[in-house]
């Protein structure tokens, strides 16, 4: 089946500094990847729409400048958490939409941020 | 505004039985709905999805939908410990919209 591999599964960085996710299709292409952040006990909250080769659609109350989103390739998105602060630490999953009729979302392992 | 909802739970059934979770839906323009299960610390996976009216099983598993009530529902027959999780309804209208409910968390006693 369609596997969206996420990198990495874990990470603990210094307030301040940047961290970058990345999510690969591994088997198929991903022309468009879905962000997500979930905070414990919380329900999935979009962050972000990302599209092959164009900028990303940030949700309301999200910081563009802050999460800096990449889709240069049909295969490969990325997310930069940029100057990270602790409340930033989350749980930061993406996700791709299988084929053109929407079967559903496959999603990547996530990503557990932890800022200290 | 879309809305998904669903009973956050928890749901407490006994090993063996049905488990029943419900979610109801606000934009009668939806046209196919998923659940998803989410275990602890992990990221969710797609369980089964349902796009016409009635029933739709899946081994242990069967989706039920309404469209008139705008409502969706997923029976887990013959309920496992390992089936303890969060149960995430989500809902598309073909469009980039696909909005998650806040989760249902079952678990099944042993």
């Known amino acids: 089946g369609a596997v969206v591999s996420q990198h990495p599964s874990w990470v603990i960085c210094k307030s301040g500094t940047s961290v970058k996710i990345e999510c690969r299709s591994l088997d198929f292409q991903a022309t468009t990847m879905f962000w997500y952040r979930q905070f414990p006990k919380q329900s999935l909250m979009l962050m972000a729409t990302s599209n092959e080769g164009s900028k990303a659609t940030y949700e309301q109350g999200v910081e563009k400048d802050k999460f800096l989103i990449n889709h240069a390739s049909l295969t490969l998105s990325t997310l930069t958490v940029t100057s990270a602060h602790p409340e930033d630490s989350s749980f930061y999953i993406c996700s791709a939409r299988l084929g053109q009729i929407n079967y559903g979302y496959t999603f990547g392992s996530g990503t557990r941020l932890t800022v200290v | 505004q879309k809305e998904v909802e669903q009973n956050s739970g928890p749901l407490s059934v006994p090993e063996g039985a049905i488990a029943s979770l419900n979610c109801t839906y606000s934009?009668?323009?939806?046209?196919?709905f998923f659940w998803y299960r989410q275990y602890s610390g992990k990221s969710p996976e797609l369980i089964m999805f349902i796009y016409s009216n009635g029933d739709k099983e899946d081994g242990r598993f069967t989706a039920q939908l309404n469209k008139a009530s705008q409502y969706v529902s997923l029976l887990i027959r013959d309920s496992q410990p390992s089936d303890s999780a969060t149960y995430l309804c989500?809902?598309?209208?073909?469009?980039?919209?696909?909005?998650f409910g806040p989760g249902t968390r079952l678990s099944v006693l042993p």
């Open positions: 989500a809902v598309n209208d073909y469009g980039q919209n696909f909005v």
């Open positions: 934009d009668r323009g939806s046209q196919s």
